[in-house]
């Protein structure tokens, strides 16, 4: 690692075997490199012009100059699925990261146990997101599912969480909620490397539980925080698997409403895509969606600068 | 595509080891861990009902799925065989193993390639590039699987399982990423005495990098076989012939046929369900080590 000492911009003319080792180098990074134009640059850039044009893939692309953006800018669907999308974002983060960070700290403290613990919040994670909505919607049905089963033995009325528009996402973020494993696991990690002494200094200090989980444990692990919190928000506004198999089979009996009330964006754009073949304005949702969640990581990382300890140098 | 080692900005040589179970803290009061494991057992069953319910429920006749407990009474294993008989399942299963094979084994040997390639050769431009491999990883699927599809449409692709697994042959950013970190704990002087001996560079990778970083292979191996076996949207948009489908995929054929599609036979729905996790829960029990070490390495800052 510290054999670079030549300075490679000075050796204008390459030895043989300098120019043989550059040969290699570029052999080594070309399969990423292709890969990156064909599969990432290429489509970005196509997926730019396309939304520019209308394509229906059996017909060559029509030139409409900004004519998507305007059709979508009165899209009600478009508005409707975003907000439902930022909605369930906005639940399933903050719980997912809370809920995860709390069953965390109880594995720490338990010892022996804990592989057996950490499996049973792990198994979820490994369940096809096809069978976990398959699954959801059975245990969410109002009448005889599970959940309201056990919420009845509570003295609690559960909702009709499957028809019922105004819980529909709250049923889905529970849903959600299921899957939380992988978190748990990063913050767990995270935990088992705070330095003990840390703890040891503080409870000399006479620090109580809560200001030591407040000014050690919380800082300690805001880098596994930050992590999560970008990584889950990223993901939760592409949610689509679950959602499409809960809601938007061939079902013939759908109810509108539910459907409307899951509608969430990348399920609208991969109907307008490959149900409705619309290529040209699917590219343009994709686009916005682009943005959008640029725009959220941006302001997430510019926030998150201010509470994210980083132990050394940084 | 919501797996969470799509995109991540992870920084550290991440140890291997599994992490070592920490004794209860000293002085820790015996009824708080009481407590504490009281909480947790209350977790545990509450993320375990689902399963226990699902297994249940497909092993009971069609009027009962939805009845009060848990057990399995009355017994109706024959969902199984009807779920079996009524769709390809041996052939779906066969297809997602096949599918997950490749798309495994072809990310994890092209990534090691490329991860060596950023590891070991020093040259100009070598962070900007290495920064752009990184920012790949924030890039959403969904940006890219219209010309992508385009693409494997115009090379006359679609409906066959190629474009499933091909794309990895390119590498993956969040793997190479992964597997570069684990090259660049090699100690160089390892490299160099091969150089010396007159090893070729791809000696080099193949017989000194590759064996030695194995953990982090089978790592990218686990996961990737995992992402490709549970995912449904590739399949849906590239295939069109049954005998061709994954399991997810198969899947919903078996929801739309006897779920709310058809004759609410969710039993039959149920037991696909169990086909179709059991061999997850399965490759879990055989790599938990590499699953929970690759998802800790994750998130792990320095």
Redesign the interface.
């Known amino acids: 690692?510290?054999?670079?000492t030549t300075p490679?911009?000075a050796q204008r003319r390459l030895s043989p075997l300098a120019r043989r080792?550059?040969r290699?180098?570029v052999?080594?990074?070309a399969?990423?490199?292709?890969?990156?134009l064909?599969?990432?640059a290429?489509?970005?850039v196509?997926?730019l012009w396309?939304s520019l044009t209308e394509y229906d893939?059996s017909n060559p692309p029509r030139w409409v100059g900004l004519e998507n953006y305007r059709e979508l800018a009165q899209d009600r669907v478009v508005f409707k699925s975003l907000g439902n999308t930022v909605y369930y974002t906005a639940l399933h983060v903050p719980l997912a990261m809370a809920i995860s960070l709390a069953?965390a700290l109880?594995?720490?403290?338990?010892?022996?146990?804990?592989?057996f613990?950490?499996?049973?919040?792990?198994?979820?994670v490994?369940?096809?997101?096809?069978?976990v909505g398959?699954?959801?919607f059975?245990?969410l049905?109002a009448q005889?599912?599970?959940i309201n089963?056990?919420l009845g033995l509570v003295g609690v009325n559960g909702p009709n969480w499957t028809t019922d528009p105004s819980w529909v996402m709250p049923g889905i973020v529970l849903m959600s909620l299921?899957s939380l494993g992988?978190?748990v696991?990063?913050?767990?990690?995270?935990l088992?490397?705070v330095p003990r002494e840390l703890?040891e200094a503080a409870t000399v200090d006479g620090a109580s539980a809560w200001r030591q989980f407040r000014h050690v444990t919380l800082p300690m692990i805001s880098?596994?925080l930050f992590?999560?919190l970008?990584?889950?928000t990223?993901?939760?506004?592409?949610?689509?698997?679950e959602v499409?198999?809960m809601y938007f089979?061939?079902?013939?009996?759908?109810g509108a409403f539910s459907s409307e009330a899951a509608q969430f964006y990348?399920i609208y754009?991969?109907q307008q895509?490959?149900q409705f073949l619309h290529?040209g304005y699917?590219?343009a949702l994709?686009?916005l969606?682009?943005i959008v969640?640029m725009i959220i990581?941006y302001v997430q990382v510019k926030l998150s600068n201010r509470f994210v300890y980083?132990?050394?140098d940084r | 595509?919501?797996?969470?080692v799509?995109?991540?900005?992870?920084v550290a040589v991440p140890p291997l080891e599994p992490?070592p179970?920490?004794?209860?803290?000293d002085g820790?009061p015996g009824w708080r861990?009481g407590l504490?494991?009281l909480?947790?057992v209350a977790?545990?069953v509450i993320?375990?009902?689902?399963?226990i319910?699902?297994i249940s429920?497909s092993l009971r006749p069609r009027e009962y799925?939805?009845a009060?407990g848990f057990l399995p009474v009355p017994f109706a294993p024959e969902n199984y065989n009807e779920a079996w008989a009524a769709v390809p399942m041996v052939t779906w299963l066969f297809n997602s193993l096949l599918v997950g094979t490749a798309a495994a084994v072809a990310v994890t040997l092209?990534s090691a390639?490329?991860a060596?390639?950023?590891a070991?050769?020093?040259?100009?431009g070598r962070g900007f590039?290495f920064g752009?491999?990184l920012a790949?990883m924030?890039?959403?699927?969904?940006?890219?699987?219209?010309?992508?599809?385009?693409?494997w449409?115009e090379a006359g692709l679609t409906d066959t399982q190629v474009p499933l697994w091909a794309?990895n042959?390119?590498?993956s950013a969040f793997y190479?990423f992964l597997l570069r970190q684990f090259m660049?704990s090699l100690p160089?002087e390892l490299f160099?005495a091969a150089r010396v001996d007159g090893a070729s560079?791809?000696a080099l990778?193949w017989r000194i990098a590759f064996p030695l970083i194995r953990p982090a292979l089978l790592v990218v191996l686990v996961f990737e076989f995992?992402a490709s076996?549970?995912d449904?949207?590739k399949p849906?948009?590239y295939l069109r012939n049954e005998q061709l489908f994954t399991?997810?995929r198969g899947?919903?054929v078996v929801?739309?046929r006897f779920?709310?599609?058809g004759e609410q036979q969710?039993e039959v729905?149920?037991a696909g369900?169990?086909i179709?996790?059991v061999p997850?829960?399965i490759?879990?029990f055989l790599a938990?080590r590499h699953?929970?070490e690759g998802?800790?390495?994750?998130?792990?800052?320095?």
């Open positions: 690692m510290t054999s670079a490679v911009r080792e550059a290699w180098a052999l080594f990074l399969p990423w490199v292709i890969g990156f064909i599969f990432n290429g489509p970005m196509a997926s396309l893939v069953l109880l594995l720490k403290r338990v010892g022996r146990l804990q592989g613990f950490r499996t049973v919040f792990y198994l979820p490994m369940t096809p997101a096809v069978a398959i699954l959801f059975l245990l049905n005889e599912g599970m089963r056990g299921w992988s978190t696991i990063i913050y767990l990690a995270a088992q490397n703890y880098g596994a992590f999560t970008i990584v889950n990223i993901a939760s506004l592409q949610m689509f698997t499409y198999i089979s061939n079902r013939a009996t759908q990348v754009l991969f895509a490959f290529m699917a590219s994709a686009w969606l682009f969640i990581t980083y132990e050394g | 595509m919501s797996t969470l799509d995109g991540t900005t992870a992490a179970a920490k004794p209860p803290r820790e861990r504490f494991l909480a947790l977790a545990a993320f375990t009902i689902p399963f319910w699902l429920a799925v939805f009060p092209s390639w490329v060596f390639g950023f070991y050769f020093r040259f100009p590039l752009l491999v790949t924030m890039l959403p699927f969904a940006v890219t699987m219209i010309p992508t599809y385009l693409i449409n794309g042959l390119f590498g190479i660049l160089r160099e560079y791809p990778f995992k076996w549970t449904l949207i849906l948009i399991l997810p899947l919903k929801l739309d779920g709310y599609g969710w729905v149920l369900s169990v179709a996790t997850m829960i490759l879990f938990q699953f929970i998802i800790a390495t994750t998130g792990r800052r320095g």
